[in-house]
C-alpha cells in the first residue's frame, strides 16, 4: 500500500455522517436567519416534515437541526405539539437589556483601565454612518452588533464575550418583531458619541457611558423610559 493510501481507509458511513451533520448546520443556520429576519414569528410553529420538503432532504437532519437550535434557545419543543420558536415577556426582555447592559459596561470598565485600542471602535462607528447614510438596515444590525463585541473582545475575557453573545442572542431574537421608532441616522450619532467619549474618560465613566447607550436604545424600543434607580451615576470611578 502506497504512503497515500490511507485516503481509501475512510469509510462512506462516515462520509454520510458527516455530511448530514453539515446540512443540519445550515438548516440551522438558514432557519435562524429567517428567525432574525422576523419572517418567522416569535411563538411560530416549526413544521419539519414542510421544511425537509423544502430543504430537499429527510426529516432527520432536520430534527438535528432543531437541536441545534434549541441549544441556543432559539426554539423551543413543546412535547406533543412540536417546536417553536421562543416568545419573550416583556419582563424578560427588559432583563436581558439590563444583563447586557451590564456585560457591556464592565467591559468597556476594563477597556478603559487596561488601556487597550479603541481603534476598533473607531472604524465600526464611521461604518455605522455610512451604513445610516446609505440607509441600510440589514447592514447597520450587524455593524451594531460588531461594535458590542468588538468592546467585549478587546476587554480580553473569553468568558465575557462567551455569556455576552448569548445574552445579545437572546435579546436579538426578542427584538426580532419589534420596530425601532429612532431613524438610522440618530443611532449612528449616538454610536459616534459614545466612541469619542469612551476615549476621553475614566474606567468608572465608560462603564456608565456605556450602560446609558444600551439602557437607552432597548428600553426606547419598548417605547419606556428607563427606570431611574438603573441609572449608573456617571461619578463613580
Same mark, same amino acid.
Given at each position: 500500500?502506497?504512503?497515500?493510501?490511507?485516503?481509501?481507509?475512510?469509510?462512506?458511513?462516515?462520509?454520510?455522517?458527516?455530511?448530514?451533520?453539515?446540512?443540519?448546520?445550515?438548516?440551522?443556520?438558514?432557519?435562524?436567519?429567517?428567525?432574525?429576519?422576523?419572517?418567522?414569528?416569535?411563538?411560530?410553529?416549526?413544521?419539519?416534515?414542510?421544511?425537509?420538503?423544502?430543504?430537499?432532504?429527510?426529516?432527520?437532519?432536520?430534527?438535528?437541526?432543531?437541536?441545534?437550535?434549541?441549544?441556543?434557545?432559539?426554539?423551543?419543543? @413543546?412535547?406533543?405539539?412540536?417546536?417553536?420558536?421562543?416568545?419573550?415577556?416583556?419582563?424578560?426582555?427588559?432583563?436581558?437589556? @439590563?444583563?447586557?447592559?451590564?456585560?457591556?459596561?464592565?467591559?468597556?470598565?476594563?477597556?478603559?483601565?487596561?488601556?487597550?485600542?479603541?481603534?476598533?471602535?473607531?472604524?465600526?462607528?464611521?461604518?455605522?454612518?455610512?451604513?445610516?447614510?446609505?440607509?441600510? &438596515?440589514?447592514?447597520?444590525?450587524?455593524?451594531?452588533?460588531?461594535?458590542?463585541?468588538?468592546?467585549?473582545?478587546?476587554?480580553?475575557?473569553?468568558?465575557?464575550?462567551?455569556?455576552?453573545?448569548?445574552?445579545?442572542?437572546?435579546?436579538?431574537?426578542?427584538?426580532?418583531?419589534?420596530?425601532?421608532?429612532?431613524?438610522?441616522?440618530?443611532?449612528? &450619532?449616538?454610536?459616534?458619541?459614545?466612541?469619542?467619549?469612551?476615549?476621553?474618560? @475614566?474606567?468608572?465613566?465608560?462603564?456608565?457611558?456605556?450602560?446609558?447607550?444600551?439602557?437607552? &436604545? &432597548?428600553?426606547?424600543?419598548?417605547?419606556?423610559?428607563?427606570?431611574?434607580?438603573?441609572?449608573?451615576?456617571?461619578?463613580?470611578?
Amino acid at each position: 500500500m502506497g504512503r497515500h493510501d490511507h485516503r481509501s481507509l475512510v469509510t462512506t458511513p462516515a462520509d454520510g455522517l458527516a455530511e448530514r451533520r453539515t446540512l443540519a448546520v445550515e438548516i440551522a443556520d438558514r432557519l435562524s436567519q429567517s428567525i432574525f429576519l422576523g419572517e418567522i414569528a416569535p411563538g411560530g410553529r416549526l413544521n419539519e416534515v414542510e421544511i425537509a420538503k423544502r430543504m430537499g432532504t429527510s426529516r432527520g437532519p432536520v430534527r438535528e437541526a432543531f437541536r441545534y437550535l434549541q441549544d441556543l434557545g432559539i426554539i423551543e419543543a @413543546v412535547p406533543h405539539h412540536g417546536s417553536f420558536v421562543v416568545e419573550f415577556s416583556s419582563a424578560q426582555i427588559k432583563d436581558l437589556i @439590563v444583563l447586557r447592559s451590564t456585560l457591556e459596561g464592565v467591559a468597556a470598565r476594563m477597556l478603559i483601565g487596561t488601556r487597550k485600542d479603541l481603534t476598533e471602535l473607531h472604524v465600526v462607528a464611521m461604518h455605522l454612518e455610512r451604513a445610516a447614510e446609505a440607509k441600510n &438596515g440589514s447592514v447597520f444590525k450587524r455593524l451594531e452588533w460588531r461594535f458590542s463585541r468588538a468592546l467585549c473582545e478587546a476587554a480580553g475575557t473569553g468568558e465575557l464575550v462567551t455569556t455576552w453573545e448569548q445574552v445579545y442572542r437572546r435579546l436579538r431574537l426578542a427584538f426580532a418583531n419589534i420596530t425601532d421608532n429612532r431613524t438610522l441616522s440618530d443611532r449612528a &450619532g449616538r454610536y459616534t458619541s459614545l466612541a469619542a467619549t469612551l476615549k476621553e474618560t @475614566v474606567p468608572g465613566e465608560a462603564e456608565a457611558a456605556v450602560r446609558s447607550h444600551i439602557l437607552s &436604545g &432597548g428600553f426606547a424600543k419598548l417605547g419606556v423610559g428607563v427606570p431611574e434607580y438603573l441609572v449608573m451615576d456617571k461619578a463613580i470611578s
